[in-house]
């Protein structure tokens, strides 16, 4: 048999470890909700950059064009690679930032429900798995796009080394 000083005393570890863990998991949701945001921001940051540098660079590859010293020829290759970057940002930019801001949303209410102990069904994990699916092909895609901005450069760089 218990005394009433124990059953008290475990009554209220009960309430403050339910307390406890409703705060840790509280702000365990706003510090995703912030990591998320922030990764966001700096994805975007990078690839806005990435894409302004490969612009600039097929301009300049135009710009040498023109010039009479320096053969078409040589200028094809970094216009390919800067291009392609360019096409790879803006695909990165869709895949890995937009898709996974809207997604951002879906997966806070899933945390929610999780901890409400309202556990979600087969299809909001197919959907958690689609997101990282899709937000793993756009973080290729940025890397794409800043190797081929980065060959794009050398490229041309020892091309006007060779002239």
């Given at each position: 048999?218990?005394?009433?000083?124990?059953?008290a005393?475990?009554?209220?570890?009960d309430?403050?470890n339910?307390?406890?863990?409703k705060e840790?998991?509280?702000?365990?949701?706003?510090?995703?909700?912030?990591?998320?945001?922030?990764?966001?921001?700096?994805?975007?940051?990078?690839?806005?950059?990435?894409?302004?540098?490969?612009?600039?660079?097929?301009?300049?590859?135009?710009?040498?064009?023109?010039?009479?010293?320096?053969?078409?020829?040589?200028?094809?290759?970094?216009?390919?690679?800067?291009?392609?970057?360019?096409?790879?940002?803006?695909?990165?930019?869709?895949?890995?930032?937009v898709?996974?801001g809207?997604c951002?949303?879906?997966?806070?209410?899933?945390?929610?429900?999780?901890?409400?102990?309202?556990?979600?069904?087969?299809?909001?994990?197919?959907?958690?798995?689609?997101?990282?699916?899709?937000s793993g092909a756009?973080?290729?895609?940025?890397?794409i796009?800043?190797?081929t901005?980065?060959?794009?450069?050398?490229?041309?760089?020892?091309?006007?080394?060779?002239q």
């Amino acid at each position: 048999m218990t005394n009433p000083s124990e059953e008290a005393s475990k009554a209220e570890f009960d309430r403050i470890n339910t307390e406890y863990r409703k705060e840790v998991s509280d702000n365990l949701i706003k510090w995703h909700a912030h990591y998320n945001n922030e990764y966001t921001l700096w994805g975007l940051e990078v690839m806005k950059h990435i894409a302004l540098i490969s612009l600039a660079g097929i301009g300049g590859v135009f710009a040498l064009m023109t010039s009479v010293d320096f053969p078409r020829a040589h200028a094809l290759l970094p216009a390919i690679l800067f291009a392609t970057s360019s096409l790879f940002c803006i695909l990165c930019m869709y895949l890995a930032m937009v898709w996974r801001g809207l997604c951002a949303v879906r997966q806070h209410v899933l945390l929610a429900r999780v901890r409400n102990n309202d556990f979600p069904n087969s299809k909001d994990y197919e959907y958690s798995s689609r997101v990282k699916i899709t937000s793993g092909a756009g973080e290729a895609c940025g890397w794409i796009a800043a190797v081929t901005m980065l060959a794009g450069g050398a490229v041309l760089f020892l091309r006007l080394a060779q002239q």
